[in-house]
């Protein structure tokens, strides 16, 4: 199920979801200290953490899945989104260096097709960073926040569709510790639970941060077909068959005359 866009700037509005991009934004910047020169894409609802790199990088762009919507960002400046087809994204081949997914990979009604699009515009040497609710937490069992909707991943799940899509998985973090309760008392915990379950790995944060290089020379099967040896025979004359003469062939064989 997609969430609307206007729903996911709701959430990221109040203090739950202010703490939440906080916490996310502390894992992001762990994998990629910044983007200085280089050409960096979202895809989903990625721009409350864009602005991480907005600054220092030659581009950043937004792209918004058409089912979700599309919102202007930055809001007092040019624009930097737009709405596209997730499968069909409108950049040619090897176009950007980063590609940051949030809200879009377990919304989507094909991430295959999705994985694969992003394999196309991604360059050689760049990275891909995506931000997936994990099925053993806390806040994919609700729907009060946008990381309870769609289909969240397990670790092997992710790892399975980022190799089966032609990428290879290098670092993985965990973020949002913390129930998804917006309480004062718990949001300001919240530095505390994301130590604690750092420290001891636990299992039920609320999303994977796994972070993924492209893989540019992959292994194809070879089937080697088996050769099929086919005798080759020399044609030979059949002889007809001879009929039998009929009392009409007799007559004219008789009424022949015969040479001297």
Same mark, same amino acid.
């Given at each position: 199920?997609?969430?609307?866009?206007?729903?996911?700037?709701?959430?990221?509005?109040?203090?739950?979801?202010?703490?939440?991009?906080?916490?996310?934004?502390?894992?992001?910047?762990?994998?990629?200290?910044?983007?200085?020169?280089?050409?960096?894409? =979202?895809?989903?609802?990625?721009?409350?953490?864009?602005?991480?790199?907005?600054?220092?990088?030659?581009?950043?762009?937004?792209?918004?899945?058409?089912?979700?919507?599309?919102?202007?960002?930055?809001?007092?400046?040019?624009?930097?989104?737009?709405?596209?087809?997730?499968? &069909?994204?409108?950049?040619?081949?090897?176009?950007?260096?980063?590609?940051?997914?949030?809200?879009?990979?377990?919304? &989507?009604?094909?991430?295959?097709?999705?994985?694969?699009?992003?394999?196309?515009?991604?360059?050689?040497?760049?990275?891909?960073?995506?931000?997936?609710?994990?099925? =053993?937490?806390?806040?994919?069992?609700?729907?009060?926040?946008?990381?309870?909707?769609?289909?969240?991943?397990?670790?092997?799940?992710?790892?399975?569709?980022?190799?089966?899509?032609?990428?290879?998985?290098?670092?993985?973090?965990?973020?949002?510790?913390?129930?998804?309760? =917006?309480?004062?008392?718990?949001?300001? &915990?919240?530095?505390?639970?994301?130590?604690? =379950?750092?420290?001891?790995?636990?299992?039920?944060?609320?999303?994977?941060?796994?972070?993924?290089?492209?893989?540019?020379?992959?292994?194809?099967?070879?089937?080697?077909?088996?050769?099929?040896?086919?005798?080759?025979?020399?044609?030979?004359?059949?002889?007809?068959?001879?009929?039998?003469?009929?009392?009409?062939? &007799?007559?004219?064989?008789?009424?022949?005359?015969?040479?001297?």
């Amino acid at each position: 199920m997609t969430i609307d866009v206007i729903e996911l700037r709701n959430f990221y509005s109040n203090r739950l979801g202010v703490m939440a991009r906080r916490l996310i934004n502390r894992g992001i910047v762990g994998h990629w200290p910044n983007a200085h020169g280089l050409r960096v894409l =979202g895809l989903g609802y990625s721009t409350p953490y864009l602005g991480l790199f907005r600054k220092d990088s030659d581009r950043c762009l937004a792209f918004m899945p058409a089912a979700q919507g599309v919102l202007k960002w930055p809001t007092a400046r040019p624009t930097l989104s737009t709405l596209v087809e997730e499968c &069909s994204l409108p950049l040619p081949d090897a176009a950007v260096d980063r590609i940051l997914i949030v809200h879009a990979l377990e919304m &989507s009604d094909d991430p295959d097709g999705l994985m694969r699009e992003l394999w196309r515009v991604l360059a050689p040497s760049g990275r891909l960073m995506a931000i997936v609710p994990n099925r =053993g937490g806390v806040w994919a069992r609700t729907d009060t926040t946008p990381f309870g909707h769609g289909r969240p991943y397990s670790r092997s799940q992710i790892a399975d569709l980022l190799r089966r899509c032609w990428f290879t998985p290098v670092n993985w973090s965990d973020a949002l510790f913390l129930p998804p309760v =917006g309480h004062q008392w718990m949001l300001q &915990s919240a530095p505390a639970w994301e130590r604690i =379950g750092a420290a001891m790995s636990l299992p039920f944060a609320g999303v994977h941060i796994v972070e993924a290089t492209k893989e540019v020379v992959r292994a194809m099967p070879v089937r080697r077909e088996r050769t099929r040896l086919i005798p080759a025979l020399q044609p030979v004359l059949v002889p007809s068959r001879m009929e039998q003469p009929t009392e009409a062939d &007799s007559a004219t064989v008789k009424a022949l005359p015969r040479p001297r």
